[in-house]
T-cell receptor, first 113, second 112 residues
Framework: NAGVTQTPKFQVLKTGQSMTLQCAQD?????MYWYRQDPGMGLRLIYY???????DKGEVPNGYNVSRLNKREFSLRLESAAPSQTSVYFC????????????FGEGSRLTVL | SQKIEQNSEALNIQEGKTATLTCNYT??????LQWYRQDPGRGPVFLLL?????KEKRKERLKVTFDTTLKQSLFHITASQPADSATYLC???????????FGSGTRLLVRP
C-alpha cells in the first residue's frame, strides 16, 4: 500500500529558482494538505484542498502556489525560491476535514541556497 | 493568538516505566485533539483522537486524557519500550476550521 507519495525526497535550489513538489495519494481521500516543518516550530499549514476543485490558504501561504490536479494529486509550487523556504515539506490527506486522521507522506527536504 | 505548548526538552525514561507527555494550549477551544508519532526522517503517524466531551481514551499501551478546563492533554505510554523512542506531536482541531494546529513535539527516549 503506497498511501501518500511525495517527490522529490531531496532538492537543492538556488535563490530565485522555481520547482514543484508532487504529491499523490491512493486512498481515495477527498482532502489534501501541504505543511512545512521547521525546527522548534512544528507543522505549519501552507495550503489545503478540502475537495477536488477547491484550494485554500493556510497559515503560511506566501511564496507558494498549489494545484489540485485531480482527486489523487496535489502539487506545491515555489515560483521564486528564497532561503526562508528551506524546510521539510509534508503532504497529507484525510477522509474528513473535521476529525479525520491525517495520513502523511515521507516528506521532501528542500534547501535553498 | 492560539498557542500550543509541548515540552521542548526530551523526556528520557527507563524501559518499563510509564512515559507522560504534556500538551497545553491557550486561546483556543478545540473540538478534538490528536496525537501523532514521528520518527526521524519520516512523516507523522496518527495514534489517537480524543473529543472535547471525552475525558480519556485508550489504545493498547497508550492513554490520552483531555481536560478542557485546564486546557491540557496528557499522553501516557505504559510499559515503555526502546521502540517507543520518537517525537510525539499533539494537534488541535476545531469544528469551525479545516485546519489542525500542531505543537512542535516532544522527543521521547526510552533507555534499555
Amino acid at each position: 500500500n503506497a498511501g501518500v507519495t511525495q517527490t522529490p525526497k531531496f532538492q537543492v535550489l538556488k535563490t530565485g529558482q522555481s520547482m514543484t513538489l508532487q504529491c499523490a495519494q491512493d486512498m481515495n481521500h477527498n482532502s489534501m494538505y501541504w505543511y512545512r516543518q521547521d525546527p522548534g516550530m512544528g507543522l505549519r499549514l501552507i495550503y489545503y484542498s478540502a475537495s477536488e476543485g477547491t484550494t485554500d490558504k493556510g497559515e503560511v501561504p506566501n511564496g507558494y502556489n498549489v494545484s489540485r490536479l485531480n482527486k489523487r494529486e496535489f502539487s506545491l509550487r515555489l515560483e521564486s525560491a528564497a532561503p526562508s523556504q528551506t524546510s521539510v515539506y509534508f503532504c497529507a490527506s484525510t477522509t474528513s476535514v473535521y476529525t479525520g486522521e491525517l495520513f502523511f507522506g515521507e516528506g521532501s527536504r528542500l534547501t535553498v541556497l | 493568538s492560539q498557542k500550543i505548548e509541548q515540552n521542548s526538552e526530551a523526556l528520557n525514561i527507563q524501559e518499563g516505566k510509564t512515559a507522560t507527555l504534556t500538551c497545553n494550549y491557550t486561546n483556543y477551544s478545540p473540538a478534538y485533539l490528536q496525537w501523532y508519532r514521528q520518527d526521524p526522517g519520516r512523516g507523522p503517524v496518527f495514534l489517537l483522537l480524543i473529543r472535547e466531551n471525552e475525558k480519556e481514551k485508550r489504545k493498547e499501551r497508550l492513554k490520552v486524557t483531555f481536560d478542557t478546563t485546564l486546557k491540557q492533554s496528557l499522553f501516557h505510554i505504559t510499559a515503555s519500550q526502546p521502540a517507543d523512542s520518537a517525537t510525539y506531536l499533539c494537534a488541535l482541531g476545531g469544528d469551525s476550521s479545516y485546519k489542525l494546529i500542531f505543537g512542535s513535539g516532544t522527543r521521547l527516549l526510552v533507555r534499555p
